[in-house]
């Protein structure tokens, strides 16, 4: 029997977090000459990376292998602070794409640990937020992955000690509540934010999720095997009872036996472009019912550092075109510029990228950035 319908959940695919992240290094390619790097992969997906090497990105796992003086994009995961500033040695042009939401973690592990927490924080062992968010206060944290985990530290930690409990943002609801309600049991005055650490992208993926599992014969999870919250809609599609749950990077790996009722999502760092490749491989006999449990208008606008260079990079270049203002003003500041002739080495020089840069700066694209998606962009570099 072939493929009857195909429920498609809503919402899914890229959150605000991943759109800044992939319009930030669209703009780094675009302004520098190749090679830029990125320190880890900007985003969990195969088809994203793949995308920017083709640019001429070059994904690091130590930024000491960045040459002095090249431009170098921090994932959107979040990076160890040590990292961020060995990162910004050498006369580095950094732009850290870090999610306002992991920041938010970062900052909130920082405090409780100057204030004599001991802080469990609920991840997953080697993923770059995690280690990352470790790291900003490693003497004071501890990771948890189980409950188990959580009553053996329970056990360890002294009666008066104040025990905080934080969590990477891309874990599954259901994982982390089990952990969180242990940990409430355990720690009479635990500290928890107000606001959960958890994404609400990832939340709202995981209810979108829910809704069309039970009413599928088949789940298709569309994402790479190490994004944590593509792993986490699998867990929640397998939870709900769903006979068959596969996760597939792209429609060459749907298997050619699925049949009846099939509900397709895709993590949070998949495009949609992916979505429709496998809906249109599974070409369904009847219709596509996309079933929206609500809708997310989060945004979250480009890295300071990325619009700071812009502004610098207007001002050299319209000096350099020709706009020349006497050098006293330039000092004062009405040519707004960090950068001098020197930096300009790196940049792609043609007067028409320079104008780009210069009307970017004046508005242009950042004015209207909130309305230019990432798949956009990403469809722009392939052409």
Known sequence: MPVE?????????????????IKALAWMVRVFEPPVY????????????????????????????????????LSAHGSAPEVVAAARRQGRTVVD?????????????????????????????????????????PESVRLVRSEQEVDAIASEVEPDTPVALLAQTTLSHDAW????????????????????????????????????????????????ANSSNTRALEKVALATGCPRVLRVNDANELPDDLSGTVGVTAGASAPDELVERVVASLAPATTVEEVRVTDEDEYFPPPPELRDLLRGLAGVLAWALGARAPEDERRAGAIPCSLDEGDLAAIKGTDAVALRIAEAADGGPFASDRHVSAADVLARLAG
């Open 177 to 224: 509540s089990g952990i969180m309600n242990r940990a409430k049991e355990r720690f009479d005055a635990l500290w928890m934010p107000n606001r959960s650490d958890l994404c609400f992208a990832t939340t709202n993926r995981q209810a979108a999720l829910k809704a069309i599992a039970g009413r599928s014969d088949a789940v298709v999870v569309i994402g790479s």
């Open 5 to 21: 319908r195909v429920l498609l959940a809503s919402p899914r695919g890229f959150c605000a977090g991943v759109e800044k992240a």
């Open 38 to 73: 990125c320190y880890h992969e900007i985003v969990h997906n195969s088809y994203v990376v793949e995308r920017f090497r083709a640019q001429g990105v070059i994904f690091v796992d130590d930024v000491e292998e960045v040459p002095p003086g090249a431009p170098l994009m």
């Open 97 to 137: 794409a870090v999610c306002p939401l992991v920041t938010k973690v970062h900052h909130e592990l920082k405090v409780r640990a100057e204030k004599g927490y001991t802080v469990l924080y609920v991840g997953h062992e080697g993923h770059e937020e995690a280690v990352g968010t470790m790291a900003v206060a």
